[in-house]
């Protein structure tokens, strides 16, 4: 069993209360830090930890933090990023729900690192239960002294707030997000410049995910050292990983990073084996985003060795032959599953989530969705394959954000892997209906809308 840090107590009876989180021994990396440590010694151990973002891109966290600009007189801005709402991904919403206080202790090291003294939450709207257990921690927090002015005699002071967005997923784009959060619509940003220098109310600012946060409480406590310790390579730590699809045990699960991806899938200790006895087809290891892999290549690397659950292992032979760990969804699907029904439903959904402020995006995920729905409905051409290849090239790149690169990399994944089964819809649209729904003329309500 490998090392946890960050839920291995978020089963201890009581735990999402201040009482027994402290008992257990929260809140001490706060005392830690603020008592014996400078800020840029916090940084410092976060750079030591070798944390990478836990949002999806795996940039490295102290690194981040050593861009943030320190102009005289003008606030910084610490903001959590909890709008998690690529398919198949909530850890984060397990972190925030069972064990708060966690995220609230991280929030305020962080932001002691940072000289950050109004930090923000942004949560996403659907998440609509887990602000008013937030709410009550920070105002636990605050009774007890963590939170407010002159926070352990430092002279430091801080408050945390909880905005709600409204339920759209461009918002987790950390510009669209600051933009949000300054009560406008949510479109992204030209970067640069970044948000580390222009940010929140143009003030530098540092946007991290809640799993990020969350882990600089385990690095202060037992140093950075150590926690570069745990895991292999540039993979330090632990990570939280949501699974899910045709598994016998979805959930939460944290992993040190060096357990194979076949021991990930089948051992009782995470996701159990496949559902029904069925067998493994493909994954999505990392949230929608992320390239699909077909059984072959995601147990096995294209050098025919062991896939790992790391960033480097599961990124391995590039796209072509490789996927990405990205904001740590895992999507299994069994024998069963259409590769080309499932690339449609997530063609539905980037072109719903696309702000529309880019055209090729705004246009390109439309006519992928269409010409994947009418390849699902029997009334695809072979040379629509074609197109949607061509379409998926020329959104990846040319948006000013990467929910367009988002949008087409399952499609390109899905096209290069199971180029058959996309043929196999063309050729045989009656049996293809037959299969998905047992009538040839069933009219879907998914592929009719
Ligand atoms: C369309 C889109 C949605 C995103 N959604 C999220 C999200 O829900 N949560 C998150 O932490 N990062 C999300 N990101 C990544 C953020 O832009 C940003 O990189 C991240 O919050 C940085 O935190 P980290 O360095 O701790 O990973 C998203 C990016 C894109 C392009």
């Given at each position: 069993m490998g090392r946890k840090l960050l839920i291995d107590k978020a089963g201890v009876p009581g735990i999402r209360g201040y009482e027994v989180y402290r008992r257990e021994g929260g809140y001490a990396s706060v005392e830690k830090a603020m008592k014996n440590m400078t800020p840029d010694q916090v940084t410092d151990e976060v750079k030591k930890s070798g944390l990478r973002g836990r949002g999806g891109a795996g940039f490295p966290t102290g690194m981040k933090w050593s861009f943030l600009a320190k102009p005289e007189g003008v606030p910084r801005y610490l903001v959590c990023n909890?709008?998690?709402?690529?398919?198949?991904?909530?850890k984060d919403r397990y972190l925030m729900e069972f064990i708060p206080h966690l995220l609230i202790e991280g929030l305020i090291v962080s932001s002691y690192a940072l000289g950050s003294h109004s930090t923000y939450i942004y949560i996403r709207g659907e998440y609509a239960w887990i602000p008013d257990i937030l709410e009550q921690a920070i105002s636990e927090a605050k009774a007890a002294g963590?939170?407010?002015?002159?926070i352990l005699g430092t002279g430091f002071d801080l408050e945390i707030y909880v905005q709600r967005g409204a339920g759209a997923y461009i918002c987790g784009e950390e510009t669209a997000l600051l933009e949000s959060l300054e009560g406008k619509r949510g479109n992204p940003r030209i970067k640069p410049p970044f948000p580390a220098i222009?940010?929140?109310?143009?003030s530098p600012t540092v946007v991290n995910n809640v799993e990020t946060l969350a882990a600089v409480v385990p690095i202060i406590n037992i140093s950075g050292e150590e926690y570069a310790k745990i895991g292999v390579g540039k993979s330090t730590g632990t990570k939280l990983l949501s699974a899910c699809g045709n598994i016998n045990k979805p959930g939460v699960y944290e992993i040190d990073m060096t357990i194979s991806v076949e021991e990930f899938i089948y051992s009782d200790e995470y996701?159990?084996?496949?559902?029904?006895g069925k067998r493994l087809k493909a994954c999505i290891p990392g949230g929608s985003s992320v390239p699909i892999l077909p059984a072959n290549l995601l147990l096995k690397t294209a050098k025919g060795e062991t896939r790992m659950m790391n960033y480097e292992s599961l990124s391995d032979g590039g796209f072509a032959k490789g996927s990405m760990m990205g904001s740590g969804g895992f999507i299994v699907l069994d024998e069963d599953q259409c590769v080309v029904r499932h690339t449609m439903t997530l063609a539905r959904f980037y072109r719903h989530e696309s702000c529309g402020q880019c055209s090729p995006c705004r246009e390109g995920t439309g006519w992928m969705e269409k010409i994947l729905k009418n390849i699902e409905n029997g009334k695809g051409k072979k040379s629509d394959i074609d197109l949607l290849w061509d379409i998926q090239r020329k959104i990846e790149g040319n948006t000013i954000c990467p929910l367009g690169d988002a949008a087409a990399w399952p499609v390109a994944a899905a096209i290069r892997h199971f180029r058959d089964e996309f043929e196999w819809h063309v050729d045989n649209p009656e049996e293809c209906l037959r299969r998905n729904y047992?009538?040839?003329n069933y009219a879907d309500p998914l592929v009719a809308a």
């Open positions: 909890a709008d998690e709402s690529e398919p198949g991904t909530f963590w939170l407010g002015k002159d222009k940010g929140l109310w143009d996701c159990g084996g496949i559902a029904n047992g009538l040839a």
